[in-house]
């Protein structure tokens, strides 16, 4: 016979309702059928002030037809949820987003055997925001430049990586830009070094505003950014780095009684599908940016294809 709705009480309520997790009780065939304080505080907080108990819903249908963000963790729950009613698992556990009307969320849901004749599962969901939003902060922070706030080296060559991957498996186009700012050890040499990470900070938010939203600008390293550019080929990465050498040159860099104004020369690679990393279409690129070094600077000068 199958565990029956009934309210908690005595020991079991104690312990239940003593936990600040969100816990409830399902009996074989996924009905609820008790649920602690902290589901009830939960349900009343997320359902616009209705007390609701949830003792007597089916917690498999609820999980197999759920709709919109985090429906698939609901759905990949439910397989995880079954296999533990059916014992071929002692737990199951999942990370999955729910979002309150303000604030993005995450929870921490584990399926536990109750060991009981009878069946059930002991179903916890906690709140991890805090130690999501943690990960999320420090995975950023390893991914940022410092001084610029665009991302860095580091991630770049990942993303472009992987893009590399993406262009060779469809046959699509996609472009990087070497950039790097003229005589900018005479912005240092001349107005100090307060006025120097100024200009780079200046030349990062005009370069960025040159790309697109799809588009990724790092800092490589020094003076020197690079750009990835998907789904586009060297016509239009040409045209990208036009567009980015005249942001940066009518930018002006003000710091206290010093005003300056910088340029950037700008080497341009299409990847190849021939290329085994990304690391050659950026060589290349860093290649056409010294040529347009030796051409006078302040210009946008393309790879050699041959």
Not at 75 to 91: D, I, P, Q, Y
Not at 237 to 242: D, G, K, M, N, S
Not at 293 to 298: F, P, Q
Request: proline share 3%; glycine share 6%; with cysteine.
């Amino acid at each position: 016979m199958p565990l029956s709705a009934q309210p908690l009480s005595g020991f079991a309520a104690a312990v239940l309702n003593a936990l600040t997790s969100n816990i409830c009780v399902i009996n074989r065939d996924g009905i609820i059928v008790a649920v602690n304080q902290a589901w009830l505080k939960f349900s009343e907080e997320n359902s616009g002030g209705a007390r609701r108990s949830d003792i007597g819903t089916n917690y498999l249908k609820i999980c197999r037809t759920a709709t919109g963000r985090g429906s698939e963790g609901a759905s990949e729950f439910a397989r995880g949820l079954e296999m533990v009613l059916a014992r071929t698992t002692e737990k199951f556990e999942l990370e999955y987003p729910c979002d309150s009307p303000t604030e993005p969320r995450w929870f921490l849901a584990r399926a536990t055997p109750l060991q009981h004749q009878q069946g059930g599962v002991v179903i916890s969901h906690t709140n991890v925001t805090d130690r999501k939003r943690l990960v999320f902060d420090l995975a950023k922070l390893a991914a940022t430049d410092p001084l610029t706030g665009v991302p860095n080296r580091r991630h770049f060559v990942d993303v472009a990586a992987a893009e590399l991957e993406r262009t060779k498996r469809f046959g699509t186009s996609t472009s990087v830009l070497m950039i790097d700012l003229d005589h900018f050890k005479s912005v240092n040499d001349t107005y100090g070094h307060a006025t120097g990470d100024e200009a780079l900070r200046s030349a990062a938010k005009a370069c960025k505003s040159a790309v697109r939203k799809a588009d990724l600008l790092a800092r490589m390293g020094g003076e020197e950014f690079a750009a990835l550019l998907p789904g586009t080929d060297m016509t239009s990465a040409l045209a990208v780095a036009e567009k980015l050498r005249r942001a940066v040159a009518s930018t002006a860099v003000c710091v206290e009684q010093n005003t300056c104004w910088l340029t950037t020369s700008i080497g341009v690679s299409q990847v190849s599908p021939d290329d085994k990393t990304i690391e050659e279409a950026l060589s290349r690129a860093d290649g056409a940016l010294y040529r347009a070094k030796r051409s006078g600077r302040n210009c946008v000068i393309a790879a050699n294809t041959d």
